[in-house]
């Protein structure tokens, strides 16, 4: 089970940090992600992150003001969001997908499980 939390309202410019709890499984082994879905638009990848932590992926819409990071210890992986912008505006999902290998996966159909979303904001 995934639980995604830390979304909401926040002006441009300003900074969010996402927080995507794995619970009810061995976390470690787990190749995780972050997609986001605006209105009226498709479900786009965001960034993701290897198991070990050791490999992450961005795109180049977030490349540069996001940072995605992980605590196996805590099971739990986050997404810190600055510079945002009202682009950003999207409900955020968390992925994973347990894996051999450790390597960000950018395909939303790698991945098994999602997680609710959480919702952010930024007025234009």
């Known amino acids: 089970q995934l639980q995604a939390s830390g979304g909401g309202l926040v002006q441009a410019g300003g900074s969010l940090r996402l927080s995507c709890a794995v619970s009810?499984?061995?976390?470690?082994?787990?190749?995780m992600g972050w997609f986001r879905q605006a209105p009226g638009k498709e479900r786009e990848y965001v960034t993701s992150?290897?198991?070990?932590?050791?490999?992450?992926d961005y795109a180049d819409s977030v490349n540069g003001r996001f940072t995605i990071s992980r605590d196996n210890a805590k099971n739990t992986v986050y997404l810190q969001m600055n510079s945002l912008t009202p682009e950003d505006t999207a409900v955020y999902y968390c992925?994973?997908?347990?894996?051999?290998?450790?390597?960000?996966?950018?395909?939303?159909?790698?991945?098994?499980?999602w997680g609710q979303g959480t919702h952010v904001t930024v007025p234009a």
């Open positions: 992150i290897s198991w070990s932590g050791g490999r992450t």
């Open positions: 009810g499984r061995t976390y470690s082994r787990y190749n």
């Open positions: 992925a994973a997908r347990a894996d051999y290998r450790d390597y960000p996966l950018v395909s939303a159909q790698e991945y098994g499980y």
